[in-house]
């Protein structure tokens, strides 16, 4: 049971470039968010799946795309990186919330290190 | 203001100490509390949920104050293994949590 894994760990890239994060769980957790994480701000939300096929705006979408063609995958764009997008990128998973009960635990990846130059 | 807050720190103490953080959100219709300990390039890891009439793990207690809007951490008999950042973090109802930017524990010999 690896949990959550990230791919890759570190990255550097050109300002224009395009890369592709790929963040994968074994829980069958239905959702799945993606985060980055910069100093003195705490994590914000970039995006979020509720489920396979379906995903949706957080904090801080503008740059990033996302997709989720598989339950246990969920993939993280950026078209055309720019120096500001330089940060640590944490992808979390969890199970379904249920109707009137609390929110459920997030399990997180080890992160993604990514500069852009 | 931000959603949730919380003091930077560092909070330097020594070994045995008992230390505690406060974090104070901005929606009173926040439902959930949560602090999650993160360990220097680590990711976040639950440390434990805040319930209402607050709750004990070990060292660890957190209580909620919801007329006052914020929630605390206290720590007992610090251990030089709880030196990390520790997020404070808050569901307000929406899809996703609210992270604090977290407060970084320094625990000295």
């Known amino acids: 049971n690896a949990g959550v894994t990230q791919t890759p760990k570190f990255r550097v890239l050109k300002t224009g470039q395009s890369m592709t994060l790929l963040c994968a769980q074994d829980?069958?957790?239905?959702?799945m968010y993606w985060y980055r994480q910069d100093p003195g701000m705490g994590l914000r939300l970039i995006h979020y799946?509720?489920?396979?096929?379906?995903?949706a705006k957080g904090e801080v979408p503008d740059g990033y795309n996302v997709s989720r063609l598989k339950k246990q995958n969920f993939l993280l764009g950026l078209e055309s990186a720019a120096p500001s997008q330089t940060s640590v990128y944490f992808c979390?998973?969890?199970?379904?919330?249920?109707?009137?009960?609390?929110?459920?635990?997030?399990?997180f990846g080890p992160g993604t290190r990514l500069t852009v130059l | 203001r931000k959603e949730v807050e919380q003091d930077p720190g560092p909070f330097n103490v020594p070994e045995g100490a008992t230390v505690a953080f406060n974090c104070t959100y901005s929606?009173?219709?926040?439902?959930?509390f949560f602090w999650y300990r993160q360990d220097c390039r680590k990711e976040p890891k639950l440390l434990m949920s805040?319930?209402?009439s607050g709750n004990e793990d070990g060292r660890f207690t957190a209580q909620l104050n919801r007329a006052s809007q914020y929630i605390s951490l206290l720590i007992r008999d610090s251990k030089l293994s709880d030196s990390a950042t520790y997020l404070c973090?808050?569901?307000?109802?929406?899809?996703?949590?609210?992270f604090g930017s977290g407060t970084r524990l320094q625990v000295q010999p």
């Open positions: 805040v319930y209402s």
């Open positions: 973090v808050v569901h307000t109802g929406r899809r996703a949590l609210t």
């Open positions: 979390a998973s969890s199970y379904r919330r249920l109707q009137g009960a609390g929110y459920n635990e997030q399990f």
């Open positions: 799946s509720v489920g396979e096929g379906t995903t």
């Open positions: 829980m069958n957790h239905e959702y």
């Open positions: 929606n009173s219709a926040s439902q959930s």
